[in-house]
């Protein structure tokens, strides 16, 4: 704000103030006055404080690096750098009968949770078993109910595998279908099916044909010899 005081008279002058011409008091008897607001600093004690800044950037820091490491870990290059060697399968060991406590079984399959296929009164379940210090894989058949019933078809499994081993050593397996018209009319077929079943049950697990091997023998492609051990060391 502007004013003009002149003798006892005070005129104020209107903003912007234009055509200023420079006056002596004491030879005009006119004086100026201006008002001019006064600038407040800031007081320090208002603004944050470096330390609140340190603090703020370090924890936008640490989150970033966090989340940032995340994104990497889960990213699927990454997967597949971290998953990408996969350790060598042990070479096959001959493997004798031998008895396995409960709890080895359950450790070798990972507390039963492998699973490889279900039947009427047990499942199997994929293994690893260690044999002289070699690890082997295996399959475990696991009784759910072991009741009448189902050791009785436990049993019964066990004599036709004993039976078709014995006229297969014999060299006479057509009598096991000698009752079967429809088996001994495509005799052949029925044989093949038999011969590679049995060789899926040879004792040493290097002469097992692989599973591919087995399409190609029940698919025809590939003849289909009788394996070379039949005692009871398969039972």
């Excluded at 004013?3 to 103030?17: D, F, G, M």
């Excluded at 001959?94 to 279900?118: C, M």
Aim: proline share 6%; charged share 25%; with cysteine.
């Amino acid at each position: 704000m502007a004013a003009v005081l002149i003798e006892s008279v005070c005129y104020k002058k209107r903003t912007p103030l234009s055509n200023a011409r420079k006056s002596i008091p004491a030879t005009s008897n006119r004086v100026a006055l201006i008002k001019v607001a006064q600038v407040h600093e800031d007081n320090e004690n208002d603004s944050p404080s470096q330390v609140v800044y340190l603090v703020a950037l370090s924890a936008c820091s640490f989150f970033a690096i966090v989340f940032a490491t995340i994104a990497i870990y889960y990213h699927p290059t990454f997967q597949n750098l971290v998953h990408k060697g996969s350790p060598p399968k042990p070479d096959p060991v001959d493997i004798n009968l031998k008895s396995f406590s409960f709890q080895e079984l359950r450790e070798a399959t990972n507390w039963f949770r492998n699973t490889l296929g279900q039947g009427a009164s047990a499942t199997v379940y994929s293994g690893v078993l260690t044999l002289e210090g070699e690890e082997v894989e295996v399959a475990v058949k696991k009784l759910e109910k072991f009741e009448e019933k189902g050791e009785k078809e436990f049993v019964n499994e066990v004599e036709v595998i004993d039976w078709v081993l014995h006229w297969a050593k014999e060299g006479n397996p057509r009598v096991i279908v000698s009752h079967d018209l429809e088996a001994v009319n495509d005799f052949k077929r029925f044989e093949r099916m038999t011969m590679v079943g049995l060789w899926c049950l040879c004792p040493n697990p290097t002469l097992r044909p692989s599973m591919i091997r087995v399409l190609q023998m029940l698919e025809g492609n590939i003849e289909v010899g009788v394996p070379p051990l039949f005692d009871g060391q398969m039972l």
